[in-house]
């Protein structure tokens, strides 16, 4: 008998044929009883006194059911973090962003939303505004918030080890800054929210989310309703990639319209205002100073970055801190600097991103290229001597527990034939190589570990209560494949409620890659909760030990002899007829520094365990044009173990995706004093089917020793690699180290014509 029925296995998800057919429903797609249309009024200018709002004649227009305005708040200002909170959802005094929130309306429907926005007047005084990181900090820069001296919004200082020491010791030393601008997340599904009060006050709201208890909790404080009063409401998710984690002012907006009109109101953004008014990726610029033996080992690493944050604080602390992160994790060093500064602009606000800063990203890793090119060594061999191993910790203290870097290299290597390429291309051929690594979760207080629950039904089958969401990438098939596991059922046996704050257990939300590995865990320890009632009546029914009996196949059996069994519904029954409660609760609890903090401690376990990614790729370069044909792809991961590794696939494709083909090919903000010049689709080049290159897929395992079943982070290493293979692969096609990211046509061809000159 196999080890697993459905674990490790190839399994169509859960959520397949809905989503395949359109049957899906989303925010957008919700429809309650006589619900309104909610529009927002959005300021023109990006930097303004706010001296007067009259909303008088919206409010009489025919139609209009609701006006707010800053007047309707309770005033405070809210923030991610306490030394964070920084925002208004409807500003009292100044705006700070053209596309920031002024007032809004809900109306019958929308031409007559649409008419009433029109007839707010608002009084501005215009502001000077800063656009840009040196605009920003040059001496007599205007001042964003008096509580931000130079518009630095958060400094992040590591400092581990001897860095003068290590330089001196170095043979070669290299410093370089590289930049790349903003990009968006452009989610397939633009940003919907319905909200709705029913008539003891108690608020039902339905919104594209990463965790569900992390938007009630904060609407909560701003709503000024208590926390039992607030449910967020399970809903299909068309994707996140780090943008959908914290509260939107649309969440707070429509409670407002809703709680004012006495009736359900629904905003849907256009996908202009899904551009600007949601989150967007920081622009970067970065600059790397770098020192190495003759072995092209790092001695030491000073890496100064500036990050654009727009007009607010959002979740600066971690946007700045990670992309350091992930290269500790990723490359050993013994001694480093890091000084990150997010700056304000009045520009939208930046969040959390799935690569995590092409500046950063790949500056590392070109500059590595060229330390291995003055040396006599190759990309990949500069990577094996650096890689990080298991057992490691790394320079903030973090201990790895599990590490596959080296074997990714290994094989992507082998599987892209590197060997027999590098040096031996035609010439505007070229390949690359990039390595990465995430963590898995990191401390989040009270709301960093999941809680799952499960009763077992008259008839056998089971029903699944978690907090975990799932955004796209397939967590609700991930919850029921363990579950069908671990309790000897079918998949179609398990009824799953989950995401819906007012009947499930408190969960940290699919964010920061921790689902698979704290919210899998807990529905395992359900699960085998359950799995020991079961065991426990069977045991007594079929007259052996509980440790002889096995779970599969909807019976429980004696291992050692499959004949003798009982059905699961039949011990169920037995256990209904003793009033025994047969269902189980799990709780798992990731093993980090709860001390550690992002600005004043950056010190400790961060996160129990981390995946590494390797990305090759290999391109053929246009001299006449610029044009980069992508010829093939090779991604591997170490995911700990894939629970289902179709669906992995799949992660790495999408991750190829982003971050490579649209990240460092296409995807870019173009700017005029502070308005997106290109926030629709024909504008912002996002990636089609058709343009995607052969992407070869290697999962590697390393079972990491705490994860379910050995699992643990899949598919976020691989799109930041990616990211770095694409412009290493370019920078060797046409023979020149370029800084600034995207590497688009026009880059290309000027680099190239500039060498030839």
Known sequence: MEKYAYIGKDMKRVDTGLKATGGALFAADLSLPHMLVGKILRS???????????TLRAEKLPGVKAVVTAGDTCGDKWGVFRYTQDQQFLPTEKVRYCGEEVAAVAAVDEDTALQALSLIEVQYEVLPAVFTIEEAMAPEAPQLHEVYPGNINIHVHIEVGDLEKGFSESVLVREDTFSAPEDAYFQGEPYAVAAQFDQSGNLEIWMPNAGPHLKAKPLSNVLKLPLNKVRVRKIAIGGAFGGRSEISPADVICALLARKAHRPVKIVYTREENTVATRQAHSMITRIK???????????????????????SSTGPIAVSVPFLCMEQAYRMDNVRFNGYRVLTNKPIRGMFRTHGRAFACGIDLQLDRLGQELGLDPLTMRLRNARQTGDTTPTKSYVASCGLTETIVKTGEKSRWKEKWGKLPPYHGIGIGCNSVQTGF???????SQALIKLNEDGGATVITGIVDNGQGNDHMIVQIAAEELGITPDDVQLINADTEVTPSDPGSYSMCETFIGGNAVKLAAQDVKKKLFKIAAGALGVGEEDLTARNRKIFVTDNPDLSMSLAKVVRIGLSRNESISGEGSYWPNVDAKREWVKNPSGQLSETFSFGTVICEVKVDPETGQVEVLEVTAAQDVGYALNPKIIEGQFEGGVAMGGQGGMLSEFLKWHEGRVLNPTQLGYLVPLAVDMPKINTIIVETMDPNGPYGAKEAGMSVAMSAAQAYCGAICNAIGIYMKEFPLTPDKILAAIEGKNT
């Open 44 to 54: 023109p200018y990006p930097h303004a006194r706010i001296l007067n709002i009259d």
């Open 290 to 312: 770098t020192g190495v033996d003759r072995e092209g080992k790092v001695l030491a690493r000073d890496i100064t970055c500036h990050m654009d944050g727009g007009a607010y």
């Open 443 to 449: 401390p989040m207080g009270i709301r960093g570990g």
